[in-house]
């Protein structure tokens, strides 16, 4: 399985992003994919998770501004940021777990949120 994430940038405060990992390989009929955050000096976090039949968890403080989606016909899953604040500078990094085995990470993308 491989898992590429896109759509990060540098983005001023209040402003949107809307991230996208793409899933290719044997993603399994059924899988969680998360997207997690890690800023300088910190631990990965997990900031949200959708299953395939489109179960979704929020965690921490994007509920409420951020949305987890996923089109499964194009094996995609997004994350879209609103109203993002500079505490949600980080690299992002979308991790997609079957029911069996080792999950999977894709590459980070950096999202900067500063003026």
């Known amino acids: 399985v491989q898992l590429q994430a896109s759509g990060g940038g540098l983005v001023q405060p209040g402003g949107s992003l809307r991230l996208s990992c793409l899933a290719s390989?044997?993603?399994?009929?059924?899988?969680?994919v998360g997207w997690y955050r890690q800023a300088p000096g910190k631990q990965r976090e997990l900031v949200a998770a959708?299953?395939?039949?489109?179960?979704?968890n929020y965690v921490g403080s994007g509920k409420g501004r951020f949305t987890i989606s996923r089109d499964n016909a194009k094996n995609t899953v997004y994350l879209q940021m609103n109203n993002l604040k500079p505490e949600d500078t980080a690299v992002y990094y979308c991790?997609?777990?079957?029911?069996?085995?080792?999950?999977?990470w894709g590459r980070g993308t950096q999202v900067t949120v500063s003026s």
């Open positions: 959708i299953t395939t039949d489109l179960a979704t």
């Open positions: 390989g044997d993603t399994g009929s059924s899988n969680t």
């Open positions: 991790r997609l777990a079957r029911p069996y085995g080792m999950p999977f």
